[in-house]
């Protein structure tokens, strides 16, 4: 089972400002098969970057993911105030299809 | 519009059975993988089980492994978790989702998820 670590657990930022989140693996994802999802309170999660760098349908391009292998990074390059919110990453090349266990972005 | 719509949560008994349904539409039905996610309360996303869209195959958590069965209605365009010998950890709400690629594969993303089921085990 590939078991992602994210980082870090909780980050304060103001908005305008860049957030880098981080999502560490315990061995390589195949392919960069790896996602990251945006989720707010009393809601599904939204898929935000698939393949490690490519956004989903209307995402902003201030979303960018970037990585291979066992370290990958979701930048948001100005916040903006509905950014924050509850970020997963989860690998999906080999099953169990895991997720880490969530980064909080929280307004400073 | 693609929706996914879950039903069949509730309160069930330690020990207990439940089966859950995700009514999709909007979408070729058979052509998309589809997958279950939980999410505890308060807690984190945990991917329980997947289907393929293509031969059926079938992919489980070990926490659910041999108590969970997932399935698919193509010709209801509907999704199944069958729900036997829950426990009180088994407690969270039950999000359907649809994935990405529409090969089948369930080498795949979830790109439409649904609001979700709350099932609560307790006595």
């Known amino acids: 089972e590939i078991v992602l670590t994210q980082s870090p657990g909780t980050l304060s930022l103001s908005p305008g400002e860049r957030a880098t989140l981080s999502c560490r693996a315990s061995?390589?994802?195949?392919?960069?098969?790896l996602a990251w999802y945006q989720q707010k309170p009393g809601q599904a999660p939204r898929l935000l970057i698939y393949?490690?760098?490519s956004r989903a349908t209307g995402i902003p391009d201030r979303f960018s993911g970037s990585g291979s292998g066992t370290d990958f990074t979701l930048t948001i390059s100005r916040l903006e105030s509905e950014d924050f919110a509850v970020y997963y990453c989860?690998?999906?090349?080999?099953?169990?299809?895991?997720f880490g266990q969530g980064t909080k972005l929280e307004i400073k | 519009e693609v929706q996914l719509l879950e039903s069949g949560g509730g309160l069930v008994q330690p020990g207990g059975s439940l089966r859950l349904s995700c009514a999709a539409s909007?979408?070729?039905?058979?052509?998309?993988?589809m997958s279950w996610v939980r999410q505890a309360p308060g807690k984190g996303l945990e991917w329980v089980s997947t289907?393929?869209?293509?031969?059926?195959?079938?992919y489980y958590a070990d926490s659910v492994k041999g108590r969970f069965t997932i399935s698919r209605d193509n010709s209801k365009n509907t999704l199944y978790l069958q729900m036997n010998s829950l426990r009180a950890e088994d407690t969270a709400v039950y999000y359907c989702?649809?994935?990405?690629?529409?090969?089948?594969?369930?080498?795949?993303?979830?790109?439409?998820w649904g609001q979700g089921t709350l099932v609560t085990v307790s006595s």
């Open positions: 989702a649809k994935g990405k690629t529409s090969r089948g594969t369930t080498v795949t993303p979830f790109d439409y």
């Open positions: 289907i393929s869209g293509s031969d059926g195959s079938t």
């Open positions: 393949g490690a760098s």
């Open positions: 061995q390589s994802v195949s392919s960069s098969y």
């Open positions: 989860q690998q999906y090349g080999s099953s169990p299809y895991t």
């Open positions: 909007g979408f070729t039905f058979s052509s998309y993988a």
